[in-house]
């Protein structure tokens, strides 16, 4: 899963095992992000962040702000 994938490559980045600024390594990183849904993740969170800030924006028009 995305969190498991992303918590090990994380500590190999910081632990030095992995290099986040070989390009080689990170596009792969990154290619197995997306393989595993990642852009699906972010686009339901981005709609849900959407929502919520159209709804405060509509109770801060409602109230004056």
């Known amino acids: 899963d995305v969190n498991s994938y992303y ?4 500590d190999e980045f910081c632990m ?11 596009n792969e990183y ?5 393989s ?4 699906e993740i972010l686009a339901v969170a ?4 959407d929502r919520q800030q159209a709804d405060l924006q ?3 028009e409602r109230i004056g702000k």
């Open 7 to 10: 918590r090990t490559m994380r």
């Open 16 to 26: 030095g095992y992995k290099d986040p600024n070989d390009d080689a390594v990170w």
């Open 30 to 34: 990154v290619k197995e992000l997306e």
């Open 36 to 39: 595993l849904g990642l852009n």
């Open 46 to 49: 981005q709609a849900s962040f």
């Open 58 to 60: 509509a109770y801060l």
